[in-house]
Structure formats: structure tokens, C-alpha cells
């Protein structure tokens, strides 16, 4: 079994089988961050390229951690320190890096769907990074891998993704990942923030996150994005904190052993209290280090279509 | 020009023979290190890991010992990643913890390359410092591109480069059988 593609783009084109052949493939690559020597030989002699166009610590660093991990060598352009601001364009800074034999570029940029630009054009594999407000898919398998490690399934669970669901890639990404791999999905926020657009994903819509978290087994947060948003999505934070805030108090409301997940960077006080964010629910940084497993499969499997 | 011949199936090696053939090499593998105190078992996936269980089983009957066992997936130390397009899919790794100043025996179903033995070797090495490394196959059929031998060997086999040998264990496949497959192109 192996990807049908040679990129990585977004959840929405991948087969239930093949999400779950990258998280079985991330569990044993799990096991590899646990040994004293975190290194295998897998990927030796592949480059890898981090092409960020947007500020990331997160995810740059966990798949410059993950190719380094497997043995990779891992080169990091960002928009400040690339020709770009000489005015190259996108694509020619991308042909640039390929001449240098690079076998995956990981890209991240503030558009959408320029990741699936390069995929058409580069005979490397691309892998999306974080598009505009399209996808996130590496976030997205790492959600469903934190999930299915403490749930042992995804299959019936019932998942409420909460906050500006219209400017968030992740929750795009969590919502392909969760509905094809069985899951239930509420999505909840003002009514600003949910997309016309709905339908087509089937889940369930909310704008009353009390009602909404009642028997949920999973809570993922979603950060306010206010470099993405225009003014006038809702009042004041103050107001969004008081509706759209996970606190003490409503995660009551959930199962017991209901996970509270975020894919960072949190802003505390706005879509989540400090007691919650470190509190005995919350998988944040349980996140963080599965990551790193995530991405090391993901550059393991399509690692496997770098020569053709 | 060659010949096309149907493809054909020959058993090699029947379960009695099988068990006969984990006797003997638990036997030697105890021989060779004095008894069973510095040892320890690391099949090497999936049909190595069969092979281990049995001599470890053996062993217990022998001596009254459970000695250390473990489990290897070569997969990230290979030499072919992305040659021929290929990701194998992965599976568990689990080493007991420490076997440093142990002498581990790896062991394996089939020797034929020895691009196998020489990753599984690179694996383990990566998790501890064993005093020796010793190798226990029950087929070694030859064609070795490494300079690697076995310790103890269950059978030597001669078989032609396009031959297959075929291990079954009852574990996944109801019985414990060897077969060299022919793959139905005769040899020019």
C-alpha cells in the first residue's frame, strides 16, 4: 500500500485507506522519538526544502525535526530572506530550488491553492503546509493521530470544533480527516464566522458552544486569526471570550474524559482559559510531539515517489 | 530464448523437520555461549520473529530460563528507499531495554542477500552495545552480496537467483512449511 499522489495537498483528496496508512505508519515512527537515539538513516541523501511565505515556529520546526530525524538534509527559506523580495516570482523560486535537486518542498503561503500550483508544475513532491484559508493537512493528520492515540478510534465520536471556522485552514483540514474517518463534527462560532458553504461537508452548525459541547469526547479550539479577519466579525474580545471562551465551567458540560485540543499558537483568555489550556484535559502539547511522528511519515511515504 | 514452464511449488522442509531443526540450533546457541546467561533472541520481521519465539520457547524447555526477546523492523535502515519507487510499510520495533554486554543472536527466517542482516545489524546498534551480534537462520540459501555468514544455520539450500523460497508459519499460514517457488522463467 502506498499514496496515490506524489504531493500532499489536502485531506480532502486523500482515501480513507491512505490517512490511515499514514497513521499507522506515524505510530511506528513514534516509537523512534522515545529511543536515546532519536535518528534513523531512512530518508539519507533526500533534501528537503521548508519554503515558508508566512510566520510559523510549530510546524517549520517540527518537519525540519522530522527530516533531520530521518536523516534528511533540511534546508528552511523564508519570505523575508528569499529573492522573492527582489520581486522573482513564485513559481520561478520554486523551479530554482528544484534545479538543486531538491526531492520535497514543503510549502507555506498566504493564498490558497498555490501549493497545488507547484504541485502541477515541479516533478518534486509538494507538500502543503498551510494554504491561505484552504488547508492544513499535516495539522489535520496530527489532530486525528492525537485523537485516535487516546481514543483508540475516531469511528462515532463526537467532535466540536469551535471559533472562526471560516478563516481556518486546520478546521478545514480536521473536518475532511474526522468526517472520512467516521467521526461526528459540530462546527460552532458566531455567525460571522461559519462559512455559507456548510452543506457540502456535512456536519452539524451551531452558534451556542453551552449547548454544543454537551457529551462531546473531543473539543478542538481553533485560534482567533486576526491577521486573516476584517474588522466587524463581533463586537468586542471580551464579548467572544464570554460566548465563544472554553473555560472551566463548560467543559463540565462535556464527557469526562473529553480532550481538549488546539493547534496553536493559543491566545489565552480568548478561545481558552489558562485553567483549561493546562489543565489534565488538554492534549496541546500531546500534539506537538505527535507532530513530529506525523511528519516523519508523511516524508517516509511520499519519499517513495521523489524519482518519478 | 527461453522456455516458459508452469510455476511449481516445491516443499523443502516439513513442520517435524522444523521443530527438529529449533532443537538443534537451541542447542547450539546455548553450546556456543556456555548456557543461556548472556544471551538474548531479536527476530528480525515478520518470519524471523516466528522463528524466535520458538527458539525462545526452546530454550525456557531446555534450561529453565526466559531469556530476553525481541522484535526488529528493518524498514528504516534499508539501502532501497525510494529506489524503484518503493515504501514498504512499516511495522513495530520493540527491544527489551538494555542489552548492552549481551551477545544478541539475531534471527531470521531466510540469508540471502545479507542486505537484511547488514540493516538489522545498523537497527540494533542503534539501541544498545551488545558484546557480540550472532546470526540464526533456518534457510540460507545463498547469493550473498555482503560479506556476512551465519552462526547457525537450519538448512543450506542451493537455489537459482529467480527461485523463491517460501516460509510458512501456523502462526498466519496453518502449518510451519518451506517451499522454493520456480517463478516459471527457466534459467538460459
Known amino acids: 500500500m502506498r499514496l496515490s499522489q506524489k504531493d500532499l495537498l489536502a485531506l480532502s483528496d486523500l482515501?480513507?485507506?491512505?490517512?490511515?496508512?499514514?497513521?499507522?505508519?506515524?505510530?511506528?515512527?513514534?516509537?523512534?522519538?522515545?529511543?536515546?537515539?532519536?535518528?534513523?538513516?531512512?530518508?539519507?541523501?533526500?533534501?528537503?526544502?521548508?519554503?515558508?511565505?508566512?510566520?510559523?515556529?510549530?510546524?517549520?520546526?517540527?518537519?525540519?525535526?522530522?527530516?533531520?530525524?530521518?536523516?534528511?538534509?533540511?534546508?528552511?527559506?523564508?519570505?523575508?530572506?528569499?529573492?522573492?523580495?527582489?520581486?522573482?516570482?513564485?513559481?520561478?523560486?520554486?523551479?530554482?530550488?528544484?534545479?538543486?535537486?531538491?526531492?520535497?518542498?514543503?510549502?507555506?503561503?498566504?493564498?490558497?491553492?498555490?501549493?497545488?500550483?507547484?504541485?502541477?508544475?515541479?516533478k518534486s513532491a509538494i507538500i502543503n503546509?498551510?494554504?491561505?484559508?484552504?488547508?492544513?493537512?499535516?495539522?489535520?493528520?496530527?489532530?486525528?493521530?492525537?485523537?485516535?492515540?487516546?481514543?483508540?478510534?475516531?469511528?462515532?465520536?463526537?467532535?466540536?470544533?469551535?471559533?472562526?471556522?471560516?478563516?481556518?485552514?486546520?478546521?478545514?483540514?480536521?473536518?475532511?480527516?474526522?468526517?472520512?474517518?467516521?467521526?461526528?463534527?459540530?462546527?460552532?462560532?458566531?455567525?460571522?464566522?461559519?462559512?455559507?458553504?456548510?452543506?457540502?461537508?456535512?456536519?452539524?452548525?451551531?452558534?451556542?458552544?453551552?449547548?454544543?459541547?454537551?457529551?462531546?469526547?473531543?473539543?478542538?479550539?481553533?485560534?482567533?486569526?486576526?491577521?486573516?479577519?476584517?474588522?466587524?466579525?463581533?463586537?468586542?474580545?471580551?464579548?467572544?471570550?464570554?460566548?465563544?471562551?472554553?473555560?472551566?465551567?463548560?467543559?463540565?458540560?462535556?464527557?469526562?474524559?473529553?480532550?481538549?485540543?488546539?493547534?496553536?499558537?493559543?491566545?489565552?483568555?480568548?478561545?481558552?482559559?489558562?485553567?483549561?489550556?493546562?489543565?489534565l484535559s488538554s492534549v496541546i502539547l500531546d500534539q506537538v510531539k505527535n507532530g513530529v511522528a506525523v511528519r516523519m511519515a508523511i516524508l517516509y511515504l511520499l519519499s517513495g515517489h521523489a524519482n518519478e | 530464448m527461453s522456455f516458459l514452464i508452469t510455476p511449481h511449488k516445491k516443499a523443502i522442509l516439513t513442520a517435524p523437520e522444523i521443530a527438529r531443526i529449533v532443537v538443534r540450533i537451541s542447542h547450539e546457541i546455548l553450546e556456543k555461549n556456555k548456557g543461556s546467561k548472556n544471551i538474548a533472541l531479536v527476530g528480525i520481521r515478520t518470519g524471523g520473529v516466528f522463528l524466535a519465539n520458538r527458539i525462545h520457547e526452546k530454550i525456557q524447555e531446555i534450561d529453565a530460563v526466559s531469556v530476553p526477546l525481541g522484535e526488529l523492523d528493518i524498514t528504516f535502515y534499508r539501502d532501497d528507499i525510494g529506489l524503484n519507487n518503493k515504501v514498504p510499510v512499516i511495522q513495530k520495533t520493540s527491544i527489551p531495554s538494555d542489552l548492552t554486554g549481551l551477545a544478541v543472536v539475531l534471527v531470521d527466517d531466510v540469508l540471502f542477500t545479507g542486505r537484511t542482516v547488514r540493516a538489522a545489524m545498523d537497527g540494533l546498534i542503534d539501541f544498545c552495545r551488545p558484546k557480540q551480534i550472532q546470526l540464526a537462520v533456518l534457510i540460507d540459501r545463498g547469493h550473498r552480496e555482503l560479506p556476512i555468514r551465519a552462526d547457525f544455520v537450519g538448512k543450506n539450500l542451493p537455489t537459482a537467483r529467480n527461485e523463491q523460497v517460501e516460509v510458512l508459519w501456523k502462526e498466519t499460514d496453518f502449518e510451519d512449511q518451506v517451499f522454493v517457488i520456480h517463478d516459471g522463467e527457466e534459467a538460459r
Open chain 1, 15 to 122: 482515501q480513507k485507506e491512505e490517512i490511515a496508512l499514514i497513521l499507522s505508519t506515524a505510530a511506528t515512527f513514534k516509537e523512534v522519538l522515545d529511543r536515546d537515539i532519536k535518528k534513523v538513516p531512512t530518508l539519507r541523501g533526500k533534501t528537503i526544502v521548508n519554503l515558508f511565505f508566512e510566520p510559523s515556529t510549530r510546524t517549520r520546526t517540527s518537519f525540519e525535526l522530522a527530516a533531520k530525524r530521518l536523516s534528511a538534509d533540511c534546508i528552511n527559506i523564508t519570505a523575508a530572506t528569499s529573492s522573492t523580495t527582489k520581486g522573482e516570482s513564485l513559481l520561478d523560486t520554486a523551479r530554482n530550488i528544484e534545479a538543486m535537486q531538491a526531492d520535497i518542498i514543503i510549502l507555506r503561503h498566504p493564498s490558497s491553492g498555490t501549493p497545488a500550483l507547484l504541485a502541477r508544475s515541479l
Open chain 1, 129 to 279: 503546509a498551510g494554504d491561505g484559508t484552504h488547508e492544513h493537512p499535516s495539522q489535520g493528520l496530527l489532530d486525528l493521530f492525537t485523537i485516535q492515540e487516546k481514543k483508540g478510534t475516531l469511528a462515532g465520536l463526537k467532535v466540536v470544533i469551535v471559533g472562526d471556522i471560516l478563516h481556518s485552514r486546520v478546521a478545514r483540514s480536521d473536518i475532511y480527516g474526522l468526517k472520512k474517518m467516521g467521526a461526528e463534527v459540530t462546527i460552532v462560532g458566531p455567525p460571522t464566522m461559519i462559512p455559507p458553504y456548510t452543506d457540502q461537508w456535512k456536519v452539524a452548525t451551531s452558534y451556542n458552544l453551552d449547548q454544543a459541547v454537551v457529551g462531546a469526547d473531543v473539543i478542538i479550539l481553533l485560534r482567533l486569526q486576526r491577521e486573516r479577519q476584517g474588522k466587524g466579525f463581533f463586537p468586542t474580545l471580551r464579548e467572544y471570550a464570554r460566548l465563544y471562551g472554553l473555560n472551566a465551567s463548560r467543559l463540565k458540560k462535556a464527557n469526562n474524559d473529553a480532550l481538549i485540543m488546539h493547534p496553536g499558537p493559543i491566545n489565552r483568555g480568548v478561545e481558552i482559559s489558562s485553567d483549561v489550556a493546562d489543565g
